[in-house]
């Protein structure tokens, strides 16, 4: 039984930050990416960022510059660093999990969480 449980959402006010923690169980061993993905109201769901087992990691060009993705792989978690947040990254921030080896695609993420509320005011 897959799991993903994020925690560390809130409300900040701009240039603040806030820590985002996403525990994992069950995940397959054939599953090599985990990832943070925002749902922002009235905006495509967007990745912000993913890390593979061997640790490469992307960020998007929206949040590169203050966001930074980690994962400790013998916990299982993976975390979002979020600073100087800005009121535009209000949203509902879920973490992710590949199916597989492959996490190109948005749709390689087959494990999703229940996702956590970031406000930014």
């Known amino acids: 039984h897959v799991q993903l449980v994020e925690s560390g959402g809130g409300s900040v006010q701009a240039g603040g930050s806030l820590r985002l923690s996403c525990v994992a169980s069950?995940?397959?061993?054939?599953?090599?990416?985990m990832a943070w993905f925002r749902q922002i109201p009235g905006k495509e769901r967007e990745r912000v960022a993913s890390?593979?087992?061997?640790?490469?990691?992307y960020h998007a060009d929206s949040t590169k510059d203050r966001f930074r993705i980690s994962r400790d792989s013998a916990k299982n978690t993976v975390d979002l660093q979020m600073d100087s947040l800005k009121p535009e990254d209000t949203g509902t921030y879920y973490c992710?999990?590949?199916?597989?080896?492959?996490?190109?695609?948005?749709?390689?993420?087959?494990?999703w969480g229940q996702g956590t509320q970031v406000t930014v005011s």
């Open positions: 890390i593979r087992k061997n640790g490469l990691t």
């Open positions: 069950g995940i397959p061993d054939s599953s090599n990416c």
């Open positions: 992710a999990a590949s199916v597989g080896r492959q996490c190109r695609e948005d749709t390689d993420f087959g494990y």
